[in-house]
T-cell receptor
C-alpha cells in the first residue's frame, strides 16, 4: 500500500533554532519527492522537488535530503524564523510523477 | 498576478443544494487538479485533468463532477451537498502531466449546514 508517514506530528521550537522533519514512504514505483509549506488558510507552496538520483536540495534556509534506499527524506530548517510557523507536507510522486501521495504533515510552531 | 485562482474563497450552503467552485490558472500548465483537505488537514487528490482529458479520478461520489472547458480552467460541480462534504477544496496546476512543480490556489472553504 502506498503510504507517506511524517514525524513528528507537531513541533515547537524557539526562534533562531534549527529543526529537522522526517518523512518515510512506501510508494512504488517512486518518481519524485516534494516538500511543501502550507501556511494557515493558504494553499501549499512547493519548497523542493527531488528525483531518485538527487540526495540533497536546498532552498534558502530549507535543505531536503533523500535516501532512496531506505525510503526516507528529511527537511532541515536552519535559523528558524517566526514566519516558518506552518504545516510542512511531504509528498511522493509515483506513476512517472503523474500521481501524488501526501503525508499528513508536521505542524511547526516557532516562538520568540 | 495570481497564478492559480479559485472562487469563491468561502461557501456556506444548505444540505441538498448544488454548488460550483471555479478554478483558473494563467501559468500555461497542461495539468490541473482538485484536492480535498479534511478537518485533520490531510490532502487527498480527487481529480486530475491533462489538456481537458480526465487522467485521475479517485474514489469520490459521483455527486462531484469536474468540468474543464479549456486547459486553463477546471471547475468542480457538486450536487446534493451533504454535511460530510464540508472541507477545504484546493485547485492546483502543474506542467508535464504532473511531473513539474505543482502550484496551488488559495482554497475554497465549503461549509454545509
Amino acid at each position: 500500500k502506498n503510504q507517506v508517514e511524517q514525524s513528528p506530528q507537531s513541533l515547537i521550537i524557539l526562534e533562531g533554532k534549527n529543526c529537522t522533519l522526517q518523512c518515510n514512504y512506501t510508494v512504488s514505483p517512486f518518481s519524485n519527492l516534494r516538500w511543501y509549506k502550507q501556511d494557515t488558510g493558504r494553499g501549499p507552496v512547493s519548497l523542493t522537488i527531488m528525483t531518485f538520483s538527487e540526495n540533497t536540495k536546498s532552498n534558502g534556509r530549507y535543505t531536503a535530503t533523500l535516501d532512496a534506499d531506505t525510503k526516507q527524506s528529511s527537511l532541515h530548517i536552519t535559523a528558524s524564523q517566526l514566519s516558518d510557523s506552518a504545516s510542512y507536507i511531504c509528498v511522493v510522486g509515483y506513476q512517472a510523477g503523474t500521481a501524488l501521495i501526501f503525508g499528513k504533515g508536521t505542524t511547526l510552531s516557532v516562538s520568540s | 498576478d495570481t497564478a492559480v485562482s479559485q472562487t469563491p474563497k468561502y461557501l456556506v450552503t444548505q444540505m441538498g443544494n448544488d454548488k460550483s467552485i471555479k478554478c483558473e490558472q494563467n501559468l500555461g500548465h497542461d495539468t490541473m487538479y482538485w484536492y480535498k483537505q479534511d478537518s485533520k488537514k490531510f490532502l487527498k487528490i480527487m481529480f486530475s485533468y491533462n489538456n481537458k482529458e480526465l487522467i485521475i479520478n479517485e474514489t469520490v461520489p459521483n455527486r462531484f463532477s469536474p468540468k474543464s472547458p479549456d486547459k486553463a480552467h477546471l471547475n468542480l460541480h457538486i450536487n446534493s451537498l451533504e454535511l460530510g462534504d464540508s472541507a477545504v477544496y484546493f485547485c492546483a496546476s502543474s506542467q508535464d502531466r504532473g511531473r513539474g512543480e505543482a502550484f496551488f490556489g488559495q482554497g475554497t472553504r465549503l461549509t454545509v449546514v
